[in-house]
């Protein structure tokens, strides 16, 4: 069974680039039909949607997010990364990474990560 766990910084400065990568076991990020994705939720808020890789590496970002999202694989550590530029303490969250068979869904999501955005 698949297994996705986050890691990355608790707490992140405004104006910094908030970075967390997302590492996969017991399964392949380049196998075919999945799609490997970034959720996050703030306090109090429900789930968001923030951007998707699937297998071949092609990228999908929420329309909100785009400016500031960036997301990355490395195939040989089985991982793939989220970005996030200039992020403000409305960035405060809880981070998950996920795994579906869409951009938008997922079956699978790892425990998640807080992240704090303060100075």
């Known amino acids: 069974q698949v297994q996705l766990q986050e890691s990355g910084p608790g707490l992140v400065k405004p104006s910094q680039t908030l970075t967390l990568v997302c590492t996969v076991s017991g399964g392949s990020i380049k196998t075919m039909n999945y799609y490997w994705s970034w959720y996050r939720q703030p306090p109090g808020k429900g789930l968001e949607w923030m951007g998707t890789i699937d297998y071949i590496g092609s990228t999908y970002y929420s329309p909100s997010l785009k400016r500031r999202t960036s997301i990355s694989r490395d195939t040989s550590k089985n991982q793939f990364t989220l970005q996030l530029n200039s992020v403000t303490p409305e960035d405060t969250a809880v981070y998950y990474c996920?795994?579906?068979?869409?951009?938008?869904?997922?079956?699978?999501r790892g425990q998640g990560t807080r992240v704090t955005v303060s100075s």
């Open positions: 996920a795994r579906g068979n869409g951009v938008k869904s997922y079956n699978y």
